[in-house]
């Protein structure tokens, strides 16, 4: 079974200083990983994906996150936050590799903090 | 790119009335079509998954004959609430994708809040 671990709840960064939010995944086959930002009563946004091709995934607004199969981590980053990017940050894996027909599974929810 | 439209953004009802949620991908034919819940401060909860022009497919424990989910179409699908009552107050979104269109992965709507009364 698939599953994903978010490893913070809340992440308090300074505007300026580097982010990182961290997750774990769990699957029984190559995975497909998502990133997704979710503002405020809004839908979600897909910062990026991971499907199997170069494990360092670059995405929207400066995000990217890199594939670590040894460490079973997708873990988030951006050099220098922004106060715009204070928003609930969700990581995902799909039940169904690189099919798109498969559920999302969403981790809990890490809650970036920017402080001005 | 993809865009999934859901209506309507906020929703407040009655207590024992129903409430329809409509999701259309305006420039893709999503041929799944997945339905989550989201309470306050929490993730998102899969309710049921759909498939163009069958049975839709519910989550253990998510009442089928109380969350109608019709997906008659390529473009439109809907959840009603049917007889909502307070604890069905939440966030619904939905999200499409297409088998076809691999490109577009899962297109998330905007949301709708609805708060029963």
């Known amino acids: 079974a698939q599953s994903v671990t978010q490893l913070d709840s809340h992440v308090s960064v300074s505007e300026g200083t580097p982010v990182l939010l961290r997750c774990n995944y769990s699957?029984?086959?190559?995975?497909?990983l998502f990133w997704y930002v979710q503002h405020p009563n809004k839908g979600l946004q897909l910062l990026l994906k991971?499907?199997?091709?170069?494990?360092l995934v670059k995405g929207i607004n400066g995000f990217e996150a890199e594939f670590k199969k040894s460490e079973t981590s997708f873990h988030l980053t951006k050099p220098s936050a922004h106060m715009s990017d204070a928003a609930e940050y969700f990581c995902v894996v799909s039940t169904r590799g690189s099919s798109n027909t498969g559920k999302l599974i969403f981790g809990q929810g890490t809650t970036l903090q920017v402080k001005p | 790119g993809a865009v999934v439209s859901q209506h309507p953004s906020w929703v407040i009802c009655k207590s024992g009335t129903s409430v329809k949620i409509e999701c259309r991908s305006l420039d893709f034919q999503a041929t799944t079509m997945f339905w989550y819940r989201q309470f306050p401060k929490q993730s998102l909860m899969l309710m049921a998954t759909s498939n163009e022009g069958s049975k839709a497919t519910y989550e253990q424990g998510v009442e089928k004959d109380k969350f109608l989910i019709n997906h008659a179409s390529l473009t439109l699908s809907t959840l009603t609430v049917t007889s909502a009552h307070p604890e069905d107050s939440s966030f619904y979104i939905c999200?499409?994708?297409?088998?076809?269109?691999?490109?577009?992965?899962?297109?998330f709507g905007s949301g709708t809040r609805l708060t029963v009364v």
């Open positions: 991971y499907t199997s091709a170069a494990t």
């Open positions: 699957s029984s086959y190559s995975p497909s």
């Open positions: 999200s499409a994708s297409s088998a076809t269109a691999r490109g577009y992965g899962y297109t």
